[in-house]
């Protein structure tokens, strides 16, 4: 049986993720973004741990540039940032579709992508003929595990190429904050909720099927923490993603 142990927005709470880790039997780790900005030294030591496959794509949350370090630092880690990638998980050679970041029709930066970045990995899938058994991605697509806290779908309509495209075996996501999992056609989409507060999913790539949970505590973390609070108002600042590049050249010089 090969489960993947897929979280999504820990928003530095990396001490649910540590717990997990420990206390799960999995076959890989996937996480689906909004992981970290300022405690990447942190995420190195518990992923050092890590001894199977680990996948990694990043939200509108995350030290990009530390990322893409810290993924030459740990060998069983891939990090992708948007393309196309195979890794072996329990003898399964699978290949993964990461899109980080979230849809802008305008901005194209480290943390946005647009139409063009769309279409462009449409191209690269249909010119390569290359089958796609699981794709990840912070945003959800639309009505596919994309519940919202208040209600209604939150998802991305443009994502929707990519399943009719893809057909993939499962899709992982994120960013709407909302434990769930629904099949759409041939796909398993499972969303991982907020890792903030413990929510995880157990994916069973061979029955097609997964457990969604939440690690409890005896309380529910709050999320607007002073670490949010300061956060929110650094990604104010112009010089925000230099800033990011700095912390990346400190950690991993």
Not at 30 to 55: M, N, W, Y
Not at 107 to 123: A, E, G, P, Y
Request: glycine residues 6%; contains cysteine; charged residues 25%.
């Amino acid at each position: 049986m090969t489960k993947i142990l897929a979280m999504s927005d820990l928003h530095e709470n990396l001490e649910f993720l540590d717990i997990v880790i420990r206390n799960m039997d999995f076959d890989a780790l996937f996480t689906a973004g909004d992981i970290t900005e300022l405690h990447v030294p942190t995420l190195a030591e518990i992923l050092h741990e890590v001894s199977v496959p680990i996948v990694i794509i990043t939200g509108n949350h995350d030290c990009v540039p530390c990322m893409v370090k810290l993924a030459k630092k740990i060998e069983n880690m891939t990090y992708v940032f948007r393309g196309l990638v195979s890794v072996e998980i329990d003898g399964l050679e699978l290949n993964i579709l990461g899109i980080s970041g979230v849809y802008s029709r305008k901005k194209r930066d480290l943390f946005h992508f647009n139409d063009r970045d769309i279409l462009s990995l449409v191209r690269k899938i249909l010119n390569n003929e290359v089958e796609i058994d699981i794709v990840m991605t912070h945003t959800a697509p639309y009505k596919m595990a994309d519940f919202l806290p208040k209600g209604g779908r939150g998802g991305l309509r443009q994502f929707l190429v990519f399943r009719d495209v893809c057909r993939p075996k499962i899709w992982i996501s994120g960013h709407t904050h909302v434990l769930a999992s629904e099949k759409v056609m041939d796909t398993l989409a499972v969303n991982c909720g907020l890792g903030y507060i413990g929510d995880l999913a157990l994916i069973n790539l061979k029955e097609h099927a997964v457990i969604l949970g939440r690690l409890y505590r005896g309380e529910i973390p709050d999320v607007e923490s002073p670490t949010w609070d300061f956060l929110y108002y650094l990604r104010r600042v112009k010089s925000y993603t230099r800033i990011l590049r700095e912390e990346s050249k400190l950690l991993f010089p």
